[in-house]
Nanobody
Framework: QVQLVESGGGLVQAGNSLRLSCAAS????????VGWFRQAPGKELEFVAA????????YYAHSVKGRFTISRDNAKNTVYLQMNSVETEDTAVYYC?????????????????WGQGTQVTVSS
């Protein structure tokens, strides 16, 4: 069992940066792959980024590649999403998810654990 708590959301101006954190408690976090999803107002939940349990590989949605970076510190049981050059289209609730697998499952809803979400609002 893993409990996930996101933090770091808030209001940010377009072009600036923000870092989200996903803190885990419970099971051995280093054995879990982790991802970030987001849901903008009136839109469906979408994949943002994911990182292997080992931290060896990361992958990104096309819309954020080159601007966002996912990383993890297993000693701190925390995964980060560094968001640079944010755009108004990045406004959404951001959710952290985790799977008890080396790689995150494909798909939006097929994940073992979810955080409660953190709001990111980008102003123009």
């Amino acid at each position: 069992q893993v409990q996930l708590v996101e933090s770091g959301g808030g209001l940010v101006q377009a072009g600036n940066s923000l870092r989200l954190s996903c803190a885990a408690s419970g099971d051995t976090f280093s054995t879990y792959s982790v991802g970030w999803f987001r849901q903008a107002p009136g839109k469906e939940l979408e994949f943002v980024a994911a990182i292997w349990a080992s931290g060896g590989s990361q992958y990104y949605a096309h819309s954020v590649k080159g601007r966002f970076t996912i990383s993890r510190d297993n000693a701190k049981n925390t995964v980060y999403l560094q968001m640079n050059s944010v755009e108004t289209e990045d406004t959404a609730v951001y959710y952290c998810v985790a799977d008890a697998l080396p790689l995150l499952r494909a798909g939006v809803f097929q994940h073992d654990y979810w955080g409660q979400g953190t709001q990111v609002t980008v102003s123009s």
